[in-house]
């Protein structure tokens, strides 16, 4: 009775009833004080049920930095076999859970990867709780972990986003038959986000945890580093894959030659990393081992040059530091010089670098200043590329290859030779 009419099943036969009678039973003994309706949640996340989470196909969002879209998207296509939708600052993609775990482990520019858990109409707070209540969240969600959710409300009835966030918790916490008191605060939170735009709610569940610009390797940092994934964005928007030289004038803490690396070795950017959904209860570990091992074996070395250097010794220290915890430093030649002065040693390949523009160089140089500088450095080498990435300036639209945003601050990839490409 509580398999067919509290847990949602078809049973159809005797077999699939008794499996779900003593799945039932079984729940019922280790939590006697559930409601029915916590019990159709704690099923879901039962290990009989887990194990069926594999050829479940989900919703996912990717988020990923405004600009970066269709690279994004590109690395995305190598990993899984599924239609892509692009829109502004994200991908979709339908799914099951090796797909998740991939995104995670090799998205090198991507933010977040969510499951969208469900999109449910609403004008009102008790419909809100209602539908959330009905919502899968043992699937998720184990009973007692923290929860953290971010909610936007954008032409909605419903316009406290606290409220929203206070009723969508506790219809969790009655779906879960816990309350918020049983929370260990010890545990990382699960974060959901909810948005709403006119009445229609879409609710989503993390599932990286901290975003995924954090590889796990930067042990010292600079003053005001480039993320790990606005750098592995702008290599790959340049087609730079480990074929040819890479040299950063400017390197700091290391971002673009560590992250070079990692391209050029094919070193996954997730392996040194936790990630949400291992608190999951349908968390599969065989398969994240299986995905690891995978991965190790695509690994491989690379004898492509790839430099980085800088003029604060401290920055090269930070570099150094960083790359041997990336497992790259055997990859990566560091070393002290002045990024104005010729450099005979590249002569070929990538000059990319992220200028420190909002101290040192903002009163000496302008953008386009910056640019011939360093473009008449490079005269004599027709065989370098450049990509160098600086406040945007409206006055150099065929220097542009690309527009985003670092540090809240509007910026653009420029080349020191005139493109069609923006």
């Not at 339908?94 to 933010?111: E, H, P, Q, V």
């Not at 010089?337 to 200028?355: M, Q, R, V």
Request: aromatic share 8%; hydrophobic share 35%; with cysteine.
């Amino acid at each position: 009775f509580a398999a067919k009419n509290h847990l949602g099943c078809q049973v159809k036969t005797d077999i699939s009833c008794c499996f779900y009678c003593v799945l039932c039973c079984d729940i019922v003994m280790q939590f006697p004080n559930r409601t029915l309706l916590s019990l159709h949640t704690l099923t879901q996340g039962h290990p009989y049920i887990g194990a069926q989470m594999k050829n479940t196909t989900e919703q996912f969002f990717v988020i990923v930095p405004p600009g970066f879209e269709s690279t994004c998207a590109k690395e995305l296509a190598q990993w899984v076999d599924a239609p892509l939708t692009l829109c502004h600052g994200g991908i979709t993609f339908a799914g099951k859970l090796r797909d998740l775990y991939l995104a995670n482990l090799w998205l090198r520019c991507a933010s977040r990867v969510l499951v969208r858990l469900d999109s449910i109409s609403c004008r009102d707070f008790p419909t809100l709780h209602r539908k959330s209540l009905r919502l899968p969240w043992g699937r998720f969600i184990q009973p007692g972990r923290p929860l953290t959710l971010r909610v936007t409300c954008r032409g909605s009835r419903l316009i406290h986003s606290d409220r929203v966030a206070e009723t969508i918790e506790k219809a969790i916490h009655k779906a879960l038959g816990t309350t918020a008191a049983d929370s260990n605060v010890g545990q990382e939170s699960q974060t959901i986000f909810v948005r709403l735009d006119d009445d229609a709610c879409t609710i989503s569940i993390d599932s990286s945890g901290d975003l995924l610009h954090k590889r796990g390797y930067r042990v010292k940092s600079t003053t005001a580093p480039l993320r790990e994934t606005l750098a592995a964005g702008c290599l790959l928007h340049c087609n730079w894959h480990g074929e040819t030289p890479l040299w950063d004038p400017f390197c700091g803490s290391g971002t673009f030659p560590i992250e070079a690396a990692m391209i050029a070795a094919n070193i996954p950017p997730g392996n040194q990393r936790t990630f949400s959904f291992m608190n999951w209860p349908g968390f599969r570990q065989g398969l994240w081992n299986a995905l690891i091992s995978e991965a190790n074996k695509l690994k491989h070395d690379t004898t492509v040059t790839i430099s980085g250097s800088d003029l604060n010794e401290e920055a090269l220290s930070a570099a150094k530091q960083n790359a041997k915890q990336a497992g790259v430093e055997t990859m990566i030649q560091l070393h002290q010089h002045d990024a104005f002065s010729p450099y005979d040693a590249f002569d070929e390949g990538l000059l990319i670098c992220n200028p420190p523009y909002g101290e040192r160089l903002a009163s000496k140089f302008s953008p386009a200043k910056l640019l011939k500088k360093l473009a008449q450095q490079l005269k004599d080498s027709p065989k370098v590329s450049t990509a160098i990435i600086l406040p945007h300036d409206k006055q150099m639209p065929q220097n542009t290859q690309l527009n985003f945003s670092n540090g809240g601050l509007d910026v653009a990839l420029y080349s020191t030779k005139k493109s069609r490409t923006s």
